[in-house]
């Protein structure tokens, strides 16, 4: 298996927004909800209209853990989905697929974010988790709040957490290019 990175450079971010949304609402709203709440793409892919309609908060069992997850749709992110579900049907897909009455497949995603991200720029390893590890990476860096980071992820422990969003990696890298005998 091999590991993703998450987008670390947040000016890359804004360019990969730009270029989903210049591809259209479903893509662009799909990147958001990813980088903004942490959700796997297997969890982001099942939500349905009637999941955010009206809501302050977006209620889920995780497809892998089986663990329910409540977390608020933040502010700034609103009025996105507001725009984005007007007119569309309480019982529809929030990502529906183009080839008819499901949702998008993860394949279909990862090509989305693969092809904006290359588009961008970006020459990480990039994949659907992409979006979570961003979320994760920069939610560390801002707060710097491992514990809670990691209950988020519902992860086992802090050093998993590290690990996960590269910040082990961040410090090798740096502390290596520093030293010298």
């Known amino acids: 298996m091999q590991f993703v990175e998450p987008i670390r450079n947040k000016r890359k971010i804004e360019v990969v927004k730009r270029i989903?949304?210049?591809?259209?609402?479903?893509?662009?709203?799909?990147?958001?909800?990813?980088?903004?709440?942490?959700?796997?793409?297997?969890?982001?892919?099942?939500?349905?209209?009637?999941?955010?309609?009206?809501?302050?908060?977006?209620?889920?069992?995780?497809?892998?853990?089986?663990?329910?997850?409540?977390?608020?749709?933040?502010?700034?992110?609103?009025?996105?989905?507001?725009?984005?579900?007007?007119?569309?049907?309480?019982?529809?897909?929030?990502?529906?697929?183009?080839?008819?009455?499901?949702?998008?497949?993860?394949?279909?995603a990862y090509r989305i974010i693969s092809q904006a991200c290359q588009e961008a720029g970006i020459t990480t390893r990039i994949g659907t988790h992409t979006l979570r590890k961003t979320f994760a990476y920069h939610f560390y860096k801002e707060k710097k709040d491992i514990a809670l980071l990691q209950s988020l992820l519902n992860h086992s422990s802090p050093a998993i957490t590290l690990r996960y969003i590269g910040i082990n990696q961040d410090i090798i890298d740096s502390n290596l290019n520093s030293f010298c005998l």
């Open 20 to 108: 989903l949304k210049e591809h259209g609402s479903r893509d662009f709203l799909m990147f958001l909800l990813g980088i903004n709440c942490g959700l796997r793409i297997s969890d982001i892919l099942k939500l349905k209209v009637s999941d955010v309609l009206n809501k302050d908060y977006i209620e889920i069992k995780e497809q892998k853990t089986k663990k329910y997850k409540k977390f608020p749709i933040a502010n700034s992110f609103k009025a996105v989905l507001k725009d984005y579900i007007l007119g569309k049907s309480s019982d529809e897909w929030l990502f529906t697929s183009q080839k008819g009455d499901k949702p998008i497949t993860r394949v279909q």
